[in-house]
């Protein structure tokens, strides 16, 4: 129940967030590619500097759901951010110019032209980002808290540590 749950804020927070990225920078390919860094970074380098990160600062975020759930937005945020790419890509920009011409705000060319054509694209970045989120171990391990555990990492540990009859 814990892995189904953060998984879905996570994925949900990712597709969101993803979106909004990808829609703010999508006539800027250096600013695509700067999403892309995270790709670069191992789990266990995001998970420590994220605690080195937490820990100094004076908010009470380290130890809890939410810096797990901060590991997640770190690590599979590019992969959001490619996907909603991929779609702002392949809408023609003539309508996004119909709009500006009829002198509608950023606001509505948002939520009457791209929201509507990047629906498939909600669903392919939550199901890639359930699926890769609820298969992490590495972030898991460093940034869940006390007690926590997941089913992938519940099962590394069984791997590890055997208890046979399990």
């Not at 006539?27 to 995270?38: A, V």
């Not at 590991?71 to 490619?82: A, D, E, H, T």
């Not at 940034?143 to 540590?161: A, D, K, W």
């Amino acid at each position: 129940v814990n892995s189904i749950w953060i998984t879905m804020i996570s994925s949900f927070l990712l597709t969101i967030i993803g979106f909004f990225s990808a829609y703010s920078f999508r006539n800027s390919k250096f600013f695509i590619l700067l999403f892309s860094i995270p790709l670069a970074l191992s789990s266990p380098v995001i998970g420590i500097s994220l605690i080195n990160l937490y820990s100094s600062l004076p908010l009470p975020i380290y130890g809890t759901y939410f810096m797990l759930i901060l590991g997640y937005l770190v690590k599979f945020l590019p992969f959001s951010v490619f996907i909603f790419s991929a779609f702002f890509s392949q809408i023609s920009s003539s309508l996004e110019d119909a709009g500006k011409m009829f002198n509608r705000s950023e606001f509505e060319i948002l939520s009457k032209i791209f929201l509507p054509l990047s629906k498939p694209g909600f669903l392919a970045t939550f199901i890639i980002s359930f699926i890769f989120i609820f298969g992490e171990i590495g972030v898991t391990q460093l940034l869940s808290p006390p007690g926590f555990q997941t089913l992938p990492q519940r099962i590394e540990v069984l791997m590890h540590y055997g208890d046979y009859q399990a």
